[in-house]
């Protein structure tokens, strides 16, 4: 990239010491100490100066549109090179009016909501001040073990980078820039641990992990940060041939690499660096062009480039891109961008913001059981029991400037639905290893005067997201005894579920006559969910993770292979030498791509233009879809591949399509997919992309259980 003029200025005019701060982000708590920033900690081995201070080219979690404003003005007033500040915060599911989690938003399949959920979170992040959002996280996740499922879209590669797009597209049109991640194979921790080791082929990572973030940069994002973990061997920092050959080589990517908190230093501790000076060094000659809260550049890499070890072009390169990002912003000529805090005052939490969240958080929400008894009556005597009946702790994690005070409960949410109050008892404490049983009776009490028992559980909102790895991922055993105790009652219950991840259900599924999973809802959940349990609404979310049947199965994904031994039916058998458990099913206990309708969907007639398909031509594919039910409902209708012998061995599923449909009651539609090389190609035992010739399986259903299948041979 050829630095325009003023930037070829700066950099002659710069000192070593001048471009190494340019290269460092700070928290903005070490300018405003008492920034509303939610306090990640300014990790004291920094040992940075005043000048260090002023001169840093960065800051992150720096509070609203007032911090902003005084952290821009200070810098700026300090700071002898006068550069203004790149300033970032994580705004990963809105700003101030929080959307569902991630996971919870992939589930409506719908790119369009999230583009405008984004679009929203963009316009009130940048009249406070946020000029890139570390956003969108497209790891792949495939352990529910992991917390940090909660900020990614699943288990499919094709869907993270279909929903990696829509929010690029959404933030740039909002007015901020963003930046993927966390390049590379974050979400792929041994155990679900979180921080812990990621090894996994070289094949896998490039078929299924790297996949999400090469899609992403088609919309040009800003930014790409690199992960903590160390990934076959090598922490990602120092992967010279993912940051160097892959991103910037193979992908081309020109714009600003940033490392993720402190991951730069945590070379030391991986045992790959041995000391700060090494870690500068590697990281610098990797490209890694913003350092986050880590201090190694600031004191090293001056003697580096003195020293020869960093040469003087590649610095240059690394703050022409900072600084090319920072003139793209306009911020040379306005320093303060979009910060206003009167217009934040005006968009923040407004109505068209408010109906935005409450319409993702229905379209997020997955019915995954009914009997029959939803939806509830206006006149049906539900009592709202559990830790989650009336609680306010449901924006989940990354919540970034969301309040819980501001979020509608379901308590509230059905007075303000039905114009009365209900009854909600907490019966016991959201706590993971709460023991306290001393509220369950005058729950159950309550709940003896109800025709329907609407019970809500679930994990606690901190359990989920970064350092929130959990190694069971049942429901709270408090929770399951007083789900027991209502059960003796003999009346039906409704679960509504809350959790940043897929739990173990399997008690649940056998207690209750419906599930209603809502995720982490946000700010509108509770209008949300009262909305859906009354029929107000018609739940459409599909899961883009597995449900396990007990945390043994973890990690458990459809997208798997066969094995030489697959296993036939699926049911409890004694030795029998295929792949299985002795104690376990192998199937979810609700699959990829499941949710219901208060309505049915019906297909038939998958028909392909065309049995055979030649290079370079392309096949459609059509299936009629038909609500056989007695209300209007939406449908996700998904189209998947198998490719059924190749040079590489291929999963027996791929999500191929998918396309979200509303169908009034009695009507049909025939939804169509167009099929060409691309979409059955993989990298080869040659490790080329491409479709090899050959016998193919072409799905198409509501799930990635239920589907209808037709023969497809691509011929050269
Ligand atoms: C955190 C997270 C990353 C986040 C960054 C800044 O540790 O790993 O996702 O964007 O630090 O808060």
């Known amino acids: 990239m050829q630095p325009g003029n003023k930037i070829r200025k700066l950099l002659e005019e710069m000192t070593l010491e001048d471009k190494a701060r340019q290269l460092t982000q700070i928290n903005a708590l070490y300018i405003k100490p008492t920034a509303k920033a939610e306090v990640t900690g300014v990790s004291d081995d920094m040992r940075l100066s005043d000048d260090d201070i002023r001169g840093v080219g960065s800051v992150l979690n720096f509070g609203d549109a007032e911090d902003a404003q005084f952290v821009r003005a200070t810098h700026l007033e300090n700071s002898h090179s006068k550069i203004p500040l790149l300033m970032m ?44 959002t570390f956003s969108p996280m497209v790891d792949l996740a495939r352990d529910a073990r992991w917390g940090r499922v909660m900020e990614t879209t699943g288990e499919d590669p094709f869907l993270n980078g279909e929903m990696g797009k829509a929010f690029i597209r959404g933030y740039k049109r909002g007015g901020v820039e963003c930046c993927v991640k966390h390049f590379a194979a974050y979400g792929a921790p041994e155990g679900g641990r979180e921080y812990n080791t990621t090894d996994i082929s070289e094949r896998n990572l490039r078929e299924y992990y790297l996949r999400s973030y090469a899609e992403c940069l088609k919309e040009k994002p800003a930014m790409v940060m690199t992960s903590f973990n160390l990934l076959n061997g090598i922490p990602v920092n120092g992967r010279s041939d993912l940051l160097l050959g892959y991103l910037r080589g193979e992908l081309g990517f020109d714009g600003v690499v940033i490392s993720d908190y402190g991951a730069v230093r945590e070379m030391i501790p991986h045992g790959y660096a041995e000391d700060e000076r090494e870690c500068a060094r590697i990281a610098a000659n990797n490209c890694i062009d913003i350092e986050m809260m880590s201090s190694t550049y600031i004191h090293n890499l001056p003697d580096l480039v003195r020293g020869g070890e960093v040469s003087a072009e590649k610095l240059n390169g690394m703050v022409a891109r ?76 990354w919540a970034c400037a969301g309040r819980k005070s501001e979020a509608a409960t379901i308590a509230e949410g059905v007075k303000n639905l039905l114009g009365r109050s209900v009854t909600a008892v907490k019966g016991c404490d959201v706590g993971l290893l709460s023991t306290d049983e001393s509220g369950i009776d005058e729950a159950v009490s ?83 969910i009262a909305s859906l349990l009354y029929g107000q609404s018609n739940p459409s979310g599909k899961l883009t993770m597995s449900f396990p049947r007990s945390v043994g199965q973890c990690p458990i994904y459809y997208n798997s292979f066969s094995t030489g031994r697959p296993k036939g039916e699926d049911i409890l058998s004694n030795c029998c030498y295929n792949s299985s458990y002795r104690d376990e099913l192998n199937s979810p206990l609700y ?84 099929i060409d090389e691309s979409t059955l190609a993989f990298y080869t035992a040659d490790g080329v992309l491409a479709a090899e010739r050959g016998k193919f399986i072409i799905m198409a259903g509501g799930s990635s259980q239920n589907v209808l299948s037709a023969e497809l041979r691509l011929e050269d």
């Open 89 to 132: 915060q994580d705004v990963i599911h809105g700003y101030r009016t929080i959307f569902p989690v991630p996971l919870a938003l992939g589930c409506s399949f719908d790119t369009q909501l999230v583009e405008e959920c984004a679009h929203m979170s963009a316009v009130e992040a940048k009249y406070n001040g946020v000029d890139v």
């Open 322 to 397: 900072v600084l090319a990002l920072k003139q793209k912003l306009g911020l040379f000529e306005n320093p303060y961008n979009a910060t206003d805090a009167e217009k934040a005052a005006e968009v923040c939490l407004c109505e068209e913001h408010r109906a935005i969240a409450r319409r993702a958080a229905i379209k997020s929400c997955v019915l995954l059981k009914n009997d029959g008894v939803l939806p509830l009556g206006a006149q049906c005597k539900s009592v709202f029991v559990g830790p989650y009946a009336d609680s306010k702790d449901i924006l989940g994690g």
């Open 446 to 528: 309550a709940a003896a005067e109800a025709d329907v028992i609407v019970a809500c559980i679930g994990e606690p909102a901190d359990c989920s997201g970064e350092a929130s790895s959990r190694a069971d991922i049942s429901i709270p055993r408090v929770q399951v005894k007083l789900l027991e105790r209502l059960s003796a009652l003999g009346k039906p219950i409704v679960a509504v579920v809350f959790g940043g991840r897929p739990q173990v259900l399997t008690v649940v599924e056998k207690l209750c006559s419906a599930i209603l999973y809502a995720w982490q809802p946000g700010t509108e959940g509770g209008n949300a």
């Open 591 to 674: 699959p990829f791509g499941y949710g219901l309708s208060y309505t049915r969907f019906e297909y038939s007639a998958l028909t392909l233009s065309s049995p055979v398909m030649r290079r370079g031509e392309e096949v459609e594919a059509g299936v009629t879809v038909s609500n056989v039910g007695d209300c209007d409902g939406e449908e996700t209708v998904q189209l998947y591949i198998r490719d059924l012998f190749a040079s590489v061995v291929r999963p027996v599923k791929e999500l191929k399509g998918f396309k979200k449909i509303a169908l009034r009651a009695g009507e049909s539609a025939v939804v169509t997919f167009k």
